[in-house]
């Protein structure tokens, strides 16, 4: 191979130009990359939940609630396309086609779930079990999330010795909101989110005069004490404010399959 | 009995000077009654509650929690005189003689019972039953009380088809906040109170800069969301402000019987 | 005129019937008196205001608020009979006759001020300057008062050298706040309110579900931080929970002759 | 000079190595840039603001206020290298040197502005032009900006008919929260702010269990009423959760000469 020989100052300025044209992408571009937003600690402290108010079956709602889910069918469903929140006010791709076996409600990728009732404050119970059999790692494995007012995600993650990013964990309003806890069962183990939801609130002009704000039991272990949601739920760059009134819940499919049971909504 | 006869104009000048008397007593009068921090409506609902947390035996806390009593012993409680949140701070009555039986901790009357630790926010779980047989009404029956930091009660009420003034309900922020529910269940059965807290802010001046927030759920439905404290529990008059820094747990004795099993408690 | 005779038997009776009613509903409620809602401590310190936003006259409100007096005419309001919230919502005595004089609006004995549009979310400004001449003292000096979508009273009063309860000074919302300062100017000196008040939120059961939120400067100084207002201003007892929607500024007549001038409000 | 021979494949090495290097740091987190975090909607309504407490001279700060420039001297206030946040805790480049003009501060390219004493609970008031000779557009226009507690950034922008994303316009908490309004006045003229400010809480695992909140007046029309502030402010990328105690007030420098007066601070 030959050599070409060149002065160190024209490699020098060369090295110059390469590295200034990278910064200055860096200034233009507009290239929101799910990195972005994503933050990694300080990392909530790993809590074993004890035994009460999970892996039990057989229990009943309170007397007022709206069941959402009762391990018989998903009448109170209808699926949307994808899992983009961006997309699904658009869309209704008719009845919800996820399997229910055995009592439990499964995501099946490609579609996810809106429920038909929409909600303004509510009170939230959902059990969800992420697969026994664990693939995949990080946000990779057993990902779904529970859209409160079809918009704010509270994320639900197999996050069993399996570090991600903190503002992605289960139990983290995702991208927004940090947990407490970390109070994740172990795979294929059914786990309970006890959830209490403050609708935003909106002026005239469309901007937020009021945070939504939610409180999260994770498997009986506080995960989100009155966190402030912003704004909606983004998987690239900030969330937007957009004015809305009443919600309903969505169960995102990740492609992953995810088991839920025992769905029921208070309004408050 | 020999009748005398007077005019109507006498006894309506009497009845008059009656009624004016004591109107005035009224407009002079400084004599704080209880009945003056009472409020009678609007009636929370009555709803009655699922089966999820509740009525189950054998659970665990989870693994970064202070067990406060796990059906064994006394060990983390001292006793205190009487009632009244104003003496407990300077009474210490040595250790804590409530009986324990098959598990399960009895108020006793005459003695309190107060956390030896200190916490500042944190999330309590505690169950409790009120008596099986039913004695009294209103606030005489199966009355007791959490107050948290030693200052602000949560109230202990059999309020099963027991009304009473709705800001002294079972749920209740004792005359500060109404419930948002009544998920009572009958008397006898256990109940639980799953309780987030976090504490009020002092400024040098002694002022509250920010109220304590509580959030509780009672039999698992939502009766106070993020509830603002703003002083002390008082029987009559008005909230005091007395800045503070961590306080115990206490255990009101009200007289009656109330059960007590499986409490603990997270600093967050 | 023709006299009744009745039995001396038959009048006890009627007045035993009358004062054990009396009693009866004391029990239910009453005994109540003014002095079981005052609080004496701690005392907010004394604070000397800057000259920033106050003693300036020719000031002119923002471009897109409401002006409810500009120092002419009483043309937003109208008069309501007394000092007293329960009666307000009931009474319209016509046209306010308040008098204007040299662009001020002085409160006059019998009758308050109420705006004849109601607001939801909104920031008010409001001047004020109690009596030169000082006449009497506690309460009983310069003293009038904001009620905030009718209901929530921020308190006016000549609180410069005259001392009261603590939760009923200037900067106070009535027997429910205590402000974080005092920084009254001296009587017949100019002041200034600037007030960002939320409403309340309730629910279908007429329950709060939140708290009316208020942030007060008061000659520029803060005396409110995001109070949390609990329910109606009372004079005996406890705020009452009432829902409502929008509602009126009213400005309280409580018989000292108070002068008001610059009041403007922004929709939120 | 004497020039240096290198071959041309150890300069594309040097090149390569350098480029992935960038590359690496990106993937790590980055490709993050600053339009990930840039929100264009909903846009504040603009508002023309009154002359209450604007443009006035010889105003005098309340008495129980640390002055932290009267007009005189920097005496307050050490120089910090550049407009980074994340280098300010750890630079101290002596005195500031920003010239004292006629009563007013300006700031100098190179250096912002660190106060020697720290704070917690504040009310802030702080009073500033932009340039009068227009130069520049969005935000490369009388831009500067206000760190409370040295990490959350109050923008101040010359924002008078010059468009920019609303989460970076005057009155925001940069890239946090928007403003509810733009009553920003015209280039050159005299601006206000009135700040009150509740600093976060954070438990020992150092994560954040309460927001810092701030309500903002900008020329006296609010523009942020209690909002939360979830963490630092980023160029590019999330806000960082990081425990702190006290912090000093920041003033930045961002290359345009802006003036301040009358900088008063009170602890709450």
Chains 1, 2, 3, 4 share one sequence.
Not at 74 to 82: L, Y
Not at 96 to 103: A, F, N, Q, R, S
Not at 238 to 253: C, E, S
Request: proline fraction near 7%; hydrophobic fraction near 35%; glycine fraction near 10%.
């Amino acid at each position: 191979m030959k050599k070409t020989s060149v002065t160190l100052a024209a490699c020098a300025a060369l090295l110059t130009f390469a590295l200034s044209t990278t910064s200055m992408a860096q200034n233009q571009g507009s290239k929101q990359t799910p990195e972005s937003t994503e933050i990694y600690e300080p990392v909530p402290p790993v809590v074993t939940p004890g035994t009460v108010s999970a892996n039990t079956s057989g229990t009943t709602p309170p007397s007022d609630a709206t069941v959402l889910f009762d391990g018989k069918n998903t009448d109170q469903w209808v699926a949307i396309t994808g899992y983009d929140p961006a997309s699904w006010e658009k869309t209704n791709a008719g009845p919800l086609k996820w399997p229910v076996t055995d009592g439990v409600l499964y995501s099946t990728k490609g579609f996810s779930a809106r429920s038909k009732k929409e909600f303004n404050d509510f009170q939230l119970h959902i059990e969800f079990k992420t697969p026994e059999k664990v693939e995949g790692k990080g946000q990779g494995r057993g990902n779904s999330g529970i859209f409160l007012q079809g918009r704010y995600e509270l994320q639900v993650l197999d996050n069993y010795e399996n570090p991600t990013y903190v503002d992605g964990m289960v139990g983290s309003i995702y991208k927004q909101a940090i947990p407490l806890a970390n109070p994740s069962r172990k795979p294929g183990e059914w786990q309970s989110y006890d959830i209490v939801y403050q609708a935003p609130r909106f002026n005239k002009a469309g901007l937020m005069t009021d945070y939504a704000y939610v409180t999260v039991l994770l498997n009986g272990v506080l995960v989100q004490n009155h966190a402030a949601i912003r704004g909606t739920t983004e998987y690239i760059g900030y969330p937007k404010v957009q004015a809305h009134g009443a919600g309903p819940i969505l169960i995102q499919d990740h492609g992953n399959p995810v088991g839920f049971r025992n769905i029921w909504i208070r309004d408050l």
